[in-house]
């Protein structure tokens, strides 16, 4: 072994006159510099693109994850539409063609009547498109009591075709009472008028 005396006696200018253990331990410190050196300039780069690697790792980590909850999801929201589209459906029978639109006018005409009602008023309006069905509007006013009155718009209410009853204004008349509404009935379009809805304004021109 070599002491440290004999350390501060080594003349740097003629290593080869140094002790063998003096040699390696020089030798050593070179390579501990030379690595040193190394790892702080070469493989910076390396340091930087392994952080890079890292962060890259956690993102497709996340859009895994989200990505896997979305199919965990995915019955369910097939369900969910499954079933809106069967109750849109099932709305979508309650609404008349244009060819049953008369016969629902008197349904509502014989719904009055059937309550001895006295129709003062009954106008059908013209039809609003409004996506992939026609609503149309009806100004009546019927003249009864209290009672027959209620039971009108309870008939109307269960009518199987949609039908609303909008602005109701009751007022007293030397008969008894007299009910002014717009009753609103809807109908879905047929094909024809669909694609007659899709087409734009300058085809239609």
Known sequence: MINIEEL?????????????????????LMFLAVVIAGALLDWQSQWETLDVAKQEEVSLKDTFLAKKKEAINLDLIKKQLT??????????????????????????????????????????GGETMNGAFAEQPITIRVTGNYDDLGKF??????????????????????????????????????????????????AKK
């Not at 501060?8 to 050593?28: E, I, Q, R």
């Not at 629902?104 to 003062?120: C, V």
Request: charged content about 20%; aromatic content about 8%; cysteine-free.
């Open 8 to 28: 501060k006696n080594l003349n740097p200018n003629n290593p080869g006159s140094w002790p063998w253990v003096a040699k390696l331990m020089a030798f050593g």
């Open 83 to 124: 079933e809106t589209q069967e109750s849109f459906g099932a709305l979508l029978k309650q609404l008349p063609s244009k060819s049953e639109m008369d016969a629902l006018l008197t349904d509502i005409n014989q719904a009055g009547l059937g309550r001895g009602l006295q129709f003062d008023l009954f106008r059908p």
């Open 153 to 202: 718009a309870s008939d109307i209410a269960m009518l199987p075709r949609i039908v609303t009853l909008n602005e109701v204004s009751i007022n007293p008349t030397g008969a008894g009472l007299s009910m002014d509404a717009i009753a609103k009935t809807f109908r879905y379009l047929d094909e024809t008028e669909t694609a007659a809805q899709k087409k734009p304004a300058g």
